[in-house]
């Protein structure tokens, strides 16, 4: 984006007033997914294709999954439903998810990292480990996000994401963000 763009959205953060939900950009999907799966194509039912030649894929995990039972706010692991069964490494250490409680996504971050294997039981359920711990109690049926899990933060001082301009079109920036927590 030129400068000006990048100054503009950085302005409308209102310092560290401002919240931003943003993804990791390089762990957008679980590993299986980029590095196990063999996706393929399927047609609906009826052996019909999209009105653009394709089919369903199939061969990824589920974009998200569910809470199979309560966790307690602080608990470092939660068992999930909904992926296929009997999978190994459905997620691997340094996979994200994302916690969105009844849905919706949460006004602070509820991002975590797995921090071990986890292989399905013959029911597609797993318990998955991570930290930090959960932020906010976790209820059975809530959202677990796998693809594009994002958090909320903000900016780290009122001072970031200044925009150093060299000549008329180009510009330096850098900033630095802190995750927004339900307690602060």
Known sequence: MPWRQVQG???RLRGIGGMLRIVDYHRQ????DQLRASPSEEPWS??????????WS???LPPTVA???MAREGANSIVVHGLPASLRSALDAGDLFEVRPGGVHAA?????EVMARA?????GRV?????PGLRKQVAAGDMIVLREPTSVFRLATDQEGIVQRSIASFGDMGMSLTEVLPWQ
């Open 119 to 123: 292989d399905t039981d013959a029911a």
């Open 9 to 11: 959205f950085v302005t």
């Open 46 to 55: 009826d052996d019909t294709l999209f009105t653009d030649g394709h089919g």
């Open 67 to 69: 809470a199979d039972a």
């Open 108 to 112: 602070h971050g509820h991002l975590y």
């Open 29 to 32: 999907r679980p590993a299986y």
């Open 127 to 131: 318990r998955l480990y991570f930290e």
């Open 58 to 60: 199939v061969g990824y």
